[in-house]
């Protein structure tokens, strides 16, 4: 009987160490890109984000705290899971910020990694604004030339409120990145047809509305109805790819939401923004459609007027007003042009063609975005305009890209003539807006609007003419918001409305939450002192303004008034003496709370400047009924807290909202003796008068 030897199996070996030889071919291909890519493509793409590196990193620390509201919850995550987790504005956990706090996570774990300084909170933001430029780059550059992608990239790069809030803690950043995330992955979905792509970018838009609530689904419309005609798919199975997609979109975004809603209010800090202590009632109320409506409740007008307007007037012409134009519309009519040029050239009718279908999500995305920022009746600051830039970059790069290919073509390089001027003529009308500043700008500006028009009108002759030719039109589209750009990064950018750009000319009130921007000569926000290039404010009530707040030379300095020389209520921070830093340190590992003051912008001032948690009464505008007296009252009985500053506004010029804030002042004031240290009033709450 013969035996059977059975079959020796197959033992699966490790691949092989690559050799010397094949890590420089790999090392080689990353520089180098695809084989069949020109060999200038990948040295360029990555020489793209090297320049926007710098530039979003140099002289970053000029910025000191930035947003010190922000700045203080993320000190406060880096002391506290829970308050990382809810947003918290304190590491005892009074009250979160007014926003959901998936950007905070971010810089937090920079700050647990690298600890709490200006560099490890402003680097992530930097970080997101060179990663949201590459996939920028990748949704063009996947059905366009290397050389559309490119100028795609430079101009959201350079776009003066991308520079300002990519080195700024504010949500903006990573609401950018999520929201192109989003894109590519959608146009990902519409090529292969596949669902997982749009399941994914459902996901990049709930954790955007863990930065931005509402905000980040104005992209919604453009993705959705651009794969239900773009699609390959039968039409029940783009609809089941559309249900899932809002599947991921509900379980992102709800796991959070659905946690802050069930825990106990008790166990919980307080939810800042909200009269109810609702995350709900933040998301549909002051950060939802009262931003559309105008009807904030807790929201703090300039002047004390109410309604729709009241943060700068309203209509199709809004954003090209001195208060934004300089921030984001450098190449917006250029891009609405090119919108049409790119539907004309791809074709409308070509419904499963990518390229058309990258033209529409990035068209219907502007259009849709730039249309609510122009009508919405409630807060409004201009650097929300940072929404816009990606879609602007997009389109002028595409659209530039379809008419270069198209040169040869008379009646084409005519409508390139017109799109350059077009390009350089608003430049220079901006640069006018600004022309106490480097003046020669807007006339190179000019010069080479002028000869760039006249050499796209030439046939093409040559490798010469060309580069003169991408030359001039560059400069004459480029110059002026890159000169923006390099100027925002010289100059230190702090508090709740920072802008881009030098000093303009301002005709109207953009509106802020706590005061309007002043421009060149204007007013200071109520109640302060305007910054450099703005006149002085109205003295708050109760005594002389305190500093406004406003180093990027524009005057927007919302500060409160008040005697006692107490801190800025909402429009940014000013220096804590160090006699006051002394007195709120002593004994302050006893206490909850070293103090509180009304308002978070003042709280975080003194917490920054302490590293001990501060009670913010009221939220960020003083507003909020946390906590009630009775609840104050009872803290202070218990011993929990130390100090209370005064000097503040207790909601002063509110329309609406709490007057827990001003109670408790008033409480404070009768019943405990006010000890002023350096020009600020305090009041120990542990002995009474």
């Not at 042009?337 to 990258?358: E, I, K, W």
Request: charged share 10%.
């Amino acid at each position: 009987m013969t035996e059977t030897i059975p079959a020796e199996r197959p033992r699966l070996l490790p691949p092989p160490t690559p050799g010397p030889r094949a890590l420089r071919e790999r090392l080689a291909g990353l520089v180098r890109g695809r084989a069949d890519a020109a060999r200038w493509e990948r040295p360029a793409f990555l020489g793209l984000l090297l320049v926007t590196g710098v530039l979003y990193v140099v002289n970053l620390g000029v910025n000191g705290w930035a947003n010190a509201f922000y700045s203080a919850a993320v000190q406060a995550g880096s002391q506290s899971w829970e308050a990382f987790f809810y947003g918290s504005s304190d590491a005892a956990n009074a009250i979160t910020v007014d926003k959901p706090p998936a950007f905070l996570w971010v810089i937090g774990i920079s700050v647990r990694l690298f600890g709490l300084n200006s560099w490890s909170i402003l680097v992530p933001q930097a970080v997101m604004g060179v990663a949201s430029v590459a996939v920028l780059y990748r949704i063009v550059r996947r059905r366009f030339s290397a050389g559309a992608a490119l100028v795609a990239g430079a101009v959201l790069a350079t776009t003066p409120v991308a520079t300002l809030m990519f080195r700024y803690d504010n949500p903006d950043a990573l609401l950018v990145l999520l929201t192109v995330g989003a894109i590519a992955l959608t146009l990902r979905g519409i090529e292969s047809g596949r669902m997982r792509w749009v399941v994914w970018a459902g996901v990049l838009v709930g954790l955007g509305f863990l930065t931005k609530q509402l905000q980040a689904f104005l992209v919604l419309p453009p993705l959705v109805g651009v794969y239900l005609v773009a699609s390959p798919r039968p039409v029940l199975r783009r609809v089941g790819h559309l249900l899932a997609a809002a599947l991921a979109v509900v379980v992102s975004a709800g796991w959070w939401v659905a946690i802050v809603e069930l825990v106990p209010a008790s166990a919980r800090p307080y939810v800042g923004g909200s009269q109810t202590n609702s995350f709900l009632e933040l998301t549909f109320g002051y950060n939802g459609l009262g931003r559309v409506t105008g009807d904030e409740t807790g929201s703090v007008v300039p002047g004390g007027t109410t309604g729709a307007g009241s943060w700068g007037s309203t209509g199709l012409t809004r954003l090209f007003g001195s208060e934004f134009g300089t921030q984001v519309t450098w190449l917006l009519p250029t891009a609405l042009v090119l919108l049409v040029v790119a539907l004309v050239a791809v074709g409308v009718r070509r419904r499963r063609d990518p390229r058309l279908a990258t033209v529409l999500v990035l068209g219907g995305s502007l259009l849709v975005t730039g249309l609510v920022f122009s009508f919405m009746g409630g807060i409004f600051h201009p650097y929300y305009t940072v929404a816009l830039a990606p879609y602007v970059a997009g389109l002028v790069g595409i659209g530039a890209g379809l008419l270069w290919q198209r040169r040869e073509v008379l009646a084409w390089r005519i409508v390139t003539a017109g799109v350059v001027a077009l390009s350089g003529g608003w430049s220079f009308a901006l640069l006018s807006q600004a022309s106490s500043w480097q003046p020669w700008i807007r006339w190179v500006v000019l010069v080479a609007t002028i000869v760039g028009a006249v050499l796209v009108l030439l046939p093409p002759r040559g490798r010469g003419l060309s580069g003169a030719t991408v030359a001039a039109v560059l400069v004459a589209a480029l110059l002026g918001p890159t000169a923006f750009s390099v100027q925002t990064t010289t100059v230190g950018h702090t508090g709740a409305l920072p802008t881009a750009g030098p000093s303009v000319t301002t005709s109207g009130s953009g509106g802020g939450r706590g005061g309007m921007p002043g421009g060149q000569g204007g007013q200071g926000g109520p109640g302060g002192q305007g910054g450099p290039g703005g006149q002085a404010g109205q003295a708050g009530p109760g005594g002389q303004g305190a500093p406004g707040q406003a180093t990027n030379g524009r005057g927007v300095g919302p500060a409160a008034g008040g005697g006692g020389g107490g801190m800025n209520l909402l429009g940014g921070s000013t220096e804590v003496p160090d006699q006051v830093v002394a007195a709120l340190t002593t004994d302050a590992d006893a206490f909850t709370w070293a103090a509180a003051t009304v308002g978070s912008n003042s709280a975080a001032t003194y917490q920054l400047a302490t590293g001990d948690p501060v009670m913010a009464i009221g939220g960020y505008n003083g507003t909020d009924p946390a906590p009630t007296l009775a609840a104050f009252r009872a803290l202070v009985a218990a011993g929990e807290i130390h100090w209370f500053i005064g000097g503040s506004q207790s909601g002063a010029g509110r329309s609406s909202g709490s007057d827990a804030a001003e109670q408790i002042a008033e409480w404070v004031a009768a019943n405990f003796e006010a000890t002023t240290v350096d020009g600020v009033t305090m009041y120990d709450l542990t002995t009474t008068s």
